[in-house]
């Protein structure tokens, strides 16, 4: 079993919140986290129907059975038990006494926001980093792999087909999350729409394009993107707000939580295929991206990343907040160092004067280098930065 990096950050968190509340993606882990971290406690799955029979028809019986806390998984499927823990936890003052896990923000951060703010911490779970699988001796031996693969906790537990699965996951959960929240009578559109939004990662985020590209409305479109973030499927970046005395674009771009995801939504059939592909580049991007999210959540903190892209095409694919200061960093594909990738770097870091740290450079290839100021950090070696993200 592989050591999950948010376990000290949890166990931390539950002994100074009375509740700690576990989102993320399905299958990415949350219930085996909870139950190992806590194997004392017992655990009531809300998936089971006549738990949430009893949940929605008795909740103050289901929640006596348990007078020390529970785990409560996939706490969403009930959300009005979560008034009767408020009472519970207001009557209390240990610490530590519910754990919570949930797999849709839209229907879990409703109930928490009206029952139990400030009674509970949040922390969000992603599929396994590459430190994780390096650590555990499931990482692939190729960036193809690792992007072909993505992160999801059973493709290294059980040893499954990546297509197969993936496929399934496709079928079993994101197609049924979209069902319970909005009214899709054609699941071919949803399909399509899903694997135009894989075929826009690490670009500008258009809605009203891609929902068009569907017979979509603009309206139906947002929806639909509100409801894959819902479920931890994109995410978008933002552009950061610094002009520097330049106009800037205020259009976020586009990223999967899991990159092996967005390449089945690609029609990829084998890594092999993404030496070639023609966004082979923008899935390394989304991968870099990702797990730089991963590292930030895994240590308990929220994002600070962001984009920044001027009105005649100077970006820089990712600027981190740390220290009062942006640090810059590059994201490029390919293993051969090229003079040009440090051309947008050195232009910002001129622009943003004191405020900007020095700046990182993330490749394709397998060597450390540093070059103008510039660290050059190996794909397999990310993990190298979690410390200064």
């Not at 754990?99 to 969000?124: C, D, H, K, N, V």
Request: a positive charge; aromatic letters at 10%; proline letters at 5%.
């Amino acid at each position: 079993m592989i050591k999950r990096d948010i376990e000290k950050v949890l166990l931390k968190m539950a002994g100074s919140f009375k509740a700690v509340t576990i989102t993320g993606p399905r299958q990415s882990g949350k219930t085996t986290l909870a139950r190992m971290v806590f194997p004392d406690k017992p655990y009531l799955s809300l998936e089971a129907p006549d738990v949430r029979r009893m949940a929605l028809e008795d909740p103050r019986l289901l929640l006596s059975r348990f007078p020390d806390g529970c785990i409560l998984d996939e706490v969403q499927r009930a959300p009005a038990l979560l008034s009767y823990v408020q009472e519970i936890l207001d009557a209390s003052r240990d610490s530590g006494r519910y754990i919570l896990t949930g797999s849709q923000q839209f229907g879990l951060m409703e109930g928490i926001t009206q029952s139990l703010a400030g009674r509970t911490a949040m922390l969000t779970l992603l599929p396994f980093s590459h430190a994780e699988l390096v650590r555990g001796g499931y990482a692939a031996d190729s960036l193809e792999k690792t992007l072909f693969n993505g992160g999801y906790p059973p493709l290294f537990d059980q040893q499954v087909d990546p297509q197969q699965w993936l496929d399934g996951y496709l079928a079993t959960y994101v197609e049924r999350d979209v069902r319970q929240v909005l009214n899709v009578r054609d699941l071919t559109v949803f399909s399509r729409f899903l694997a135009l939004c894989a075929g826009s990662v690490g670009q500008l985020l258009n809605a009203s394009r891609l929902g068009a590209d569907c017979g979509l409305n603009h309206g139906t479109a947002r929806e639909w993107f509100s409801v894959l973030e819902a479920s931890f499927v994109i995410f978008r970046l933002a552009p950061h707000h610094r002009n520097f005395r330049k106009r800037l674009v205020k259009t976020p771009k586009l990223y999967f939580f899991d990159t092996g995801l967005a390449a089945r939504l690609l029609g990829i059939e084998s890594p092999d295929q993404l030496l070639t592909h023609p966004l082979r580049g923008a899935l390394f991007e989304n991968w870099v991206v990702a797990e730089f999210l991963k590292s930030r959540f895994n240590r308990g903190k929220k994002s600070n990343l962001f984009f920044w892209r001027d009105n005649v095409g100077l970006e820089v694919d990712v600027l981190a907040e740390s220290g009062g200061r942006l640090i810059p960093l590059e994201i490029k594909s390919g293993i051969t160092l090229a003079d040009d990738w440090f051309s947008a770097l050195n232009k910002w870091s001129g622009l943003a004067g004191k405020s900007a740290a020095p700046g990182y450079l993330v490749y394709g290839g397998n060597e450390p280098w540093k070059r103008d100021g510039v660290e050059v950090v190996a794909w397999r070696n990310l993990d190298q930065l979690a410390g200064v993200i």
